[in-house]
């Protein structure tokens, strides 16, 4: 009931941006018109660029699959990646894509369960790093140009918040399995099965610390791909394409996919739209109608492969599809057993990684 009232509210919050941003009838007509008039040999490099950064993430992935001994080929990693994008896409409020590739991997791998468990949970892992790295790097040097409104500041602030956050979490987790902590935790913790599972996961991958600093460094290309994709939306537009650059694309993008991952709205369709009109707006003089159709051009290279990871979800095997419930209840059940199986077989001055 919760997850459906919560996909109920954030149709309601994706409808409702979208009627605001499309209210005036002009604007609609020059939206119309300029994406009639998009360059389409732009619109498929950013379909590549995303190609592109599908490869890095594969890549990275193998690397975290193979420190626990996990050989699949590289075509059933590219099934199972392209499919948990479809799941993130068009199942919103069910199962998450990390879920989906959790599960359909336990089927590939039924005999190394943890394995499929902690190489997703890593992969997450280095991947919010790397994003942290990527953009403090940009915001350092673009500092000045990101707050020249009070608007643009104000979402560069949402960013660093988040940024803190997520970085206080994994930090403040890594503290507690360094310190030993995370086994003493009480069974009735918020929580207690993920921190056990993250805590397992960086006593693994400390010790193979220099595959894991590859995959780590995978996840930079992986941000600049998602963001000149955006930039490749924008370029097909006349309108905006002698307004915004590369770097200014790399300096504003973040913001946006990251603000736009909360679960507010289906997606972060109609959230991306309200922020790109902002920044583009603000800082590069982009006007809204232009700012909205670059954003839904951007967004649509990646309904683009959600839509091929529909396809190959619908001759994958070698499991018939299980519902998203028992999908679910299987993942949950598993980060509860390697969990438990830690907390019983972790001696306490065993809990340290590996520096």
């Given at each position: 009931m919760k997850k459906t009232l919560l996909t109920l509210l954030q149709i309601a919050i994706t409808l409702g941006i979208l009627a605001y941003l499309l209210r005036n009838p002009k604007q609609n007509h020059d939206m119309f018109e300029a994406l009639k008039h998009a360059d389409k040999l732009?619109?498929?490099?950013?379909?590549?660029?995303?190609?592109?950064?599908?490869?890095?993430?594969?890549?990275?992935?193998?690397?975290?699959?193979?420190?626990?001994?996990?050989?699949?080929?590289?075509?059933?990693?590219?099934?199972?990646?392209?499919?948990?994008?479809?799941?993130?896409?068009?199942?919103?409020?069910?199962?998450?894509?990390?879920?989906?590739?959790?599960?359909?991997?336990?089927?590939?791998?039924?005999?190394?369960?943890?394995?499929?468990?902690?190489?997703?949970?890593?992969?997450?892992?280095?991947?919010?790093l790397g994003l942290i790295l990527f953009a403090g790097i940009v915001i350092t040097l673009r500092y000045r140009w990101l707050t020249q409104t009070k608007v643009t500041s104000g979402l560069l602030f949402t960013l660093i918040a988040i940024f803190l956050a997520s970085f206080a979490g994994i930090a403040g987790s890594f503290a507690l399995t360094r310190c030993g902590l995370v086994d003493k935790l009480p069974h009735k913790f918020p929580m207690r099965d993920k921190l056990l599972d993250l805590a397992t996961a960086?006593?693994?991958?400390?010790?193979?610390?220099?595959?894991?600093?590859?995959?780590?460094?995978?996840?930079?290309?992986?941000?600049?791909?998602?963001?000149?994709?955006?930039?490749?939306?924008?370029?097909?537009?006349?309108?905006?394409?002698?307004?915004?650059?590369?770097?200014?694309?790399?300096?504003?993008?973040?913001?946006?996919?990251?603000?736009?991952?909360?679960?507010?709205?289906?997606?972060?369709?109609?959230?991306?739209?309200?922020?790109?009109?902002?920044?583009?707006g603000n800082l590069c003089g982009i006007p809204q109608s232009i700012a909205v159709v670059a954003s839904l051009i951007g967004f649509s290279m990646i309904v683009f492969w959600g839509m091929v990871g529909g396809v190959v979800y619908a001759f994958y095997r070698p499991s018939d599809h299980a519902r998203l419930g028992a999908i679910e209840t299987e993942v949950a059940a598993l980060e509860h057993e390697v969990a438990e199986t830690r907390e019983a077989s972790v001696e306490p001055e065993a809990s340290q990684p590996v520096p």
């Open positions: 732009w619109i498929l490099a950013g379909i590549g660029m995303m190609a592109v950064l599908q490869g890095f993430a594969i890549v990275r992935w193998n690397i975290l699959l193979r420190v626990q001994g996990v050989n699949l080929p590289w075509l059933r990693l590219g099934s199972l990646v392209l499919i948990g994008m479809f799941f993130n896409l068009f199942m919103p409020g069910a199962v998450g894509g990390d879920v989906v590739r959790i599960f359909y991997l336990l089927k590939e791998v039924p005999r190394k369960k943890t394995a499929a468990l902690l190489a997703v949970l890593m992969d997450r892992v280095v991947g919010m960086y006593n693994l991958y400390g010790r193979a610390w220099r595959p894991t600093l590859a995959a780590f460094l995978l996840s930079l290309p992986v941000h600049f791909c998602s963001y000149t994709q955006f930039f490749c939306a924008a370029r097909s537009l006349p309108e905006a394409a002698s307004k915004a650059s590369l770097f200014d694309f790399v300096a504003i993008m973040p913001i946006v996919n990251t603000i736009a991952c909360a679960p507010v709205s289906i997606s972060g369709a109609g959230v991306r739209e309200g922020l790109m009109t902002s920044l583009l």
